[in-house]
T-cell receptor, first 113, second 115 residues
Framework: AQSVTQLDSQVPVFEEAPVELRCNYSSSVSVYLFWYVQYPNQGLQLLLKYLSGSTLVKGINGFEAEFNKSQTSFHLRKPSVHISDTAEYFCAVSDKGGTALIFGKGTTLSVSS | EAGVVQSPRYKIIEKKQPVAFWCNPISGHNTLYWYLQNLGQGPELLIRYENEEAVDDSQLPKDRFSAERLKGVDSTLKIQPAELGDSAVYLC?????????????FGPGTRLTVL
């Protein structure tokens, strides 16, 4: 069975600092990986996804993530965060045979000035 | 283009009462999902529809939960009777074909409070 572990429940950072949100997954088959963002009182919005090919994936709002198969990780990064990046971030996994997304518990990113 | 629409946005009921949530997916999206999001947790799938057929309802508590998507477009999720533990956010999502590579587009959710 697949599972997703988001290693940090909360990440506080100052504006313009770099940030990394960590995600590890477990699966016995090839996977597809996703990062979603949830702003307060809004639905989840896709930031980026890894399906195949280049292990470095670029997404919206300046975010990028790197797929590392040997470490079963898919960490999300941004070189310089803004106040507006304050939100909940979810890592999710699906596999070729599945149809449901399996989500992690989320990481709360709090950006302060 | 309109996104996934859900109503109501908030609902407060007393335990043992029935409640229903409505979802209208993005036009042209064949696949519709209902997720449950408990406080401090990620969404968990309740049921997935391909057109009007429920193709994965293994996580739906069928003793009190029911869902329908009669014409393969909008959908209703019902709880009867509601319990205190049902307090959560109910999210609806849709995707074009339901492939595991497809992006799922989420609505804003319905926040249910059971007193």
């Amino acid at each position: 069975a697949q599972s997703v572990t988001q290693l940090d429940s909360q990440v506080p950072v100052f504006e313009e600092a770099p940030v990394e949100l960590r995600c590890n997954y477990s699966s016995s088959v090839s996977v597809y990986l996703f990062w979603y963002v949830q702003y307060p009182n809004q639905g989840l919005q896709l930031l980026l996804k890894y399906l195949s090919g280049s292990t470095l994936v670029k997404g919206i709002n300046g975010f990028e993530a790197e797929f590392n198969k040997s470490q079963t990780s898919f960490h999300l990064r941004k070189p310089s965060v803004h106040i507006s990046d304050t939100a909940e971030y979810f890592c999710a996994v699906s596999d070729k045979g599945g149809t449901a997304l399996i989500f992690g518990k989320g990481t709360t990113l709090s950006v302060s000035s | 283009e309109a996104g996934v629409v859900q109503s109501p946005r908030y609902k407060i009921i007393e335990k043992k009462q029935p409640v229903a949530f409505w979802c209208n997916p993005i036009s042209g999206h064949n696949t519709l999902y209902w997720y449950l999001q408990n406080l401090g947790q990620g969404p968990e799938l309740l049921i997935r529809y391909e057109n009007e057929e429920a193709v994965d309802d293994s996580q739906l508590p069928k003793d009190r939960f029911s869902a329908e998507r009669l014409k393969g477009v909008d959908s209703t999720l019902k709880i009867q009777p509601a319990e205190l533990g049902d307090s959560a956010v109910y999210l609806c999502a849709s995707s074009l074909q339901g492939a595991s590579t497809d992006t799922q587009y989420f609505g804003p959710g319905t926040r249910l409070t059971v007193l």
